[in-house]
């Protein structure tokens, strides 16, 4: 009898371990919201061409909206987030998909390319604090063990924005009209804040006072993997804000391809969601350099088959395979600083991410221009090390 009951608390042992180690259905209501966002964030590019034919404006004055979306969320992000901290993660993100929802709406009925900037700013404002406090509460809720796989199941949300939102939003527009695209996301917003409310997660509020801005900065550690974000985020956004134009004008592919090559990107970027048990198994700390190495020689192979379609094509399931393992320990590692701060610092993550946005594309712009894609792709690759120094030697002081 006694072995008998040994073996019954042996199996309810690993049954409970088992319940413990499970990711909580909750993941894939945050991967929802990462993927509205980025629907919203990365939707207007396709159909702007027809929004300023709407609003009788020109496309790079309608542009100006994905402008005021990215300076917004970088603001939001630098000021709002370290409320996180004080209010609680599940409240902010309450506050700002209810937030997003009417910015989203401001979008769907402007009548002019000013109201449209407008409600784009205000998502912008939202956004800057749902993401990090989408990044916290994934941190905070992952089993012990797999926070890679957790935080890349969450990170999954920009394939599906970028997959499904970016080519759903383009056949919306087409078949009833750009304004339904934004009603469409802004009803999915509202279900995903309807969930949220049903799920009643409930946050320890502090009485701490709101940190300042930069405050997170003092943690050890958290400027060096800023470094690395800012450097990677530059990297890509430069890249890939040319690579539509690279192929369609320098190549003479049709403008078709440029969608095929995001659903290559975004099809490497979701799979690389079934490896990040590696992360679990050897370390953040240990795979980052080595994982920015391989992006950086990803854009070298990049700038050396930049004059063959095909090639370019095939490149972009690695690209976004690599880029997935890079964002991933980024977040990992600096969700990992200090648990007590993990808003402000997922804040200036944010912060630098949209930053970079305007950095990568303003200052490869002129690059473009004069050298043409492979130069882009060169500069990427230089970007890319500095983020493998950066945490390699980060790795090293911390050893």
């Given at each position: 009898m006694a072995f008998c009951d040994?073996?019954?608390?042996?199996?309810?042992?690993?049954?409970?371990?088992?319940?413990?180690?499970?990711?909580?259905?909750?993941?894939?209501?945050?991967?929802g919201c990462v993927g509205v966002i980025g629907s919203n964030s990365l939707g207007l590019g396709p159909i702007a061409p027809e929004v300023a034919a709407s609003l009788g404006s020109t496309v790079p004055a309608v542009m100006a909206a994905a402008s005021a979306f990215g300076l917004g969320t970088a603001a939001s992000a630098l000021f709002l987030a370290g409320s996180i901290d004080r209010i609680g993660a599940w409240r902010m993100l309450r506050l700002a998909m209810a937030a997003l929802a009417a910015a989203l709406l401001v979008s769907c009925f402007a009548a002019?390319?000013?109201?449209?900037?407008?409600?784009?700013?205000?998502?912008?404002?939202?956004?800057?604090?749902?993401?990090?406090?989408?990044?916290?509460?994934?941190?905070?809720?992952?089993?012990?063990?797999?926070?890679?796989?957790?935080?890349?199941?969450?990170?999954?949300?920009?394939?599906?924005?970028?997959?499904?939102?970016?080519?759903?939003?383009?056949?919306?527009?087409?078949?009833?009209?750009?304004?339904?695209?934004?009603?469409?996301?802004?009803?999915?917003?509202?279900?995903?804040?309807?969930?949220?409310?049903?799920?009643?997660?409930?946050?320890a509020s502090s009485s701490a006072a709101q940190p300042q801005p930069l405050a997170a900065l003092g943690i050890p550690g958290a400027k060096t993997l800023l470094l690395a974000c800012g450097t990677f985020m530059m990297s890509f956004y430069g890249v890939y804000a040319y690579l539509g134009d690279h192929l369609h004008h320098a190549l003479g592919r049709?403008?078709?391809?440029?969608?095929?090559?995001?659903?290559?990107?975004?099809?490497?970027?979701?799979?690389?969601?079934?490896?990040?048990?590696?992360?679990?198994?050897?370390?953040?700390?240990?795979?980052m350099p080595i994982t920015f190495l391989a992006v950086a020689g990803v854009y070298l192979v990049m700038a050396l088959a930049s004059a063959s379609p095909v090639a370019v094509l095939a490149i972009m399931f690695f690209w976004g395979l690599a880029?997935?393992?890079?964002?991933?320990?980024?977040?990992?590692?600096?969700?990992?600083?200090?648990?007590?701060?993990?808003?402000?610092?997922?804040?200036?993550?944010?912060?630098?991410?949209?930053?970079?946005?305007?950095?990568?594309?303003?200052?490869?712009?002129?690059?473009?221009?004069?050298?043409?894609?492979?130069?882009?792709?060169?500069?990427?690759?230089?970007?890319?090390?500095?983020s493998a120094a950066a945490t390699g030697a980060g790795r090293t002081a911390s050893a």
């Open positions: 040994h073996v019954k608390m042996t199996n309810l042992d690993q049954s409970i371990d088992s319940t413990l180690d499970r990711i909580p259905p909750v993941v894939y209501l945050l991967t002019s390319v000013e109201m449209l900037i407008a409600g784009q700013a205000l998502a912008g404002l939202a956004a800057g604090v749902a993401l990090p406090a989408i990044y916290s509460n994934a941190a905070a809720i992952a089993p012990r063990g797999r926070e890679g796989r957790t935080v890349g199941i969450v990170l999954t949300g920009w394939t599906l924005s970028m997959v499904a939102g970016v080519s759903l939003s383009a056949i919306l527009a087409d078949l009833v009209h750009w304004r339904a695209v934004y009603a469409a996301v802004a009803l999915l917003v509202a279900g995903a804040f309807a969930a949220l409310l049903a799920g009643g997660h409930r946050d049709p403008l078709s391809v440029n969608g095929l090559a995001a659903l290559i990107y975004g099809a490497g970027f979701g799979a690389a969601a079934l490896l990040d048990g590696v992360i679990d198994r050897f370390g953040a700390r240990r795979l880029n997935h393992f890079g964002l991933n320990m980024l977040i990992m590692r600096l969700t990992a600083l200090d648990p007590a701060r993990r808003g402000a610092v997922m804040g200036l993550n944010s912060a630098v991410t949209y930053l970079a946005v305007f950095a990568g594309t303003s200052t490869f712009g002129p690059l473009y221009t004069a050298y043409g894609f492979a130069a882009c792709a060169c500069a990427a690759v230089l970007l890319t090390l500095v």
